[in-house]
């Protein structure tokens, strides 16, 4: 059984930086994408960043320039560096693994709060 547990998330002023850390269990985890996911109050969640297997990344335009994903294999996790965070970016932000390199994607964390706020 697959476990993603989030950490990392708090309260931030405008401007500021936060890294959050996604920790895996399971084994082969170098071979699965990954994901970050965010889900803000009264809106849909949607995708952030992914990072697949081979180290490729992507991101959601609104956090292009911004945000950095990144995973370290041997610790089976996954780190989402924000900077320059604003109001907009408040969200709970959930990690996302999935089967390899499918489309299957089916395994997801607890979620961690992020508020950017004065």
């Known amino acids: 059984q697959v476990q993603l547990v989030e950490s990392g998330g708090g309260l931030v002023q405008p401007g500021g930086s936060l890294t959050l850390s996604c920790a895996a269990s399971?084994?082969?985890?170098?071979?699965?994408?990954m994901g970050w996911y965010r889900q803000a109050p009264g809106k849909q969640r949607e995708l952030v960043a992914r990072?697949?297997?081979?180290?490729?990344?992507n991101y959601a335009d609104s956090v292009k320039g911004r945000f950095t994903i990144s995973r370290d294999n041997a610790k089976n996790t996954v780190y989402l560096q924000m900077n320059s965070l604003s109001p907009e970016d408040t969200a709970v932000y959930y990690c996302?693994?999935?089967?390899?390199?499918?489309?299957?994607?089916?395994?997801w964390g607890q979620g961690t709060q992020v508020t950017v706020s004065s």
């Open positions: 996302n693994q999935c089967n390899g390199g499918t489309l299957y994607c089916p395994y």
């Open positions: 399971g084994r082969l985890f170098s071979i699965n994408d």
């Open positions: 990072i697949i297997r081979g180290g490729n990344t």
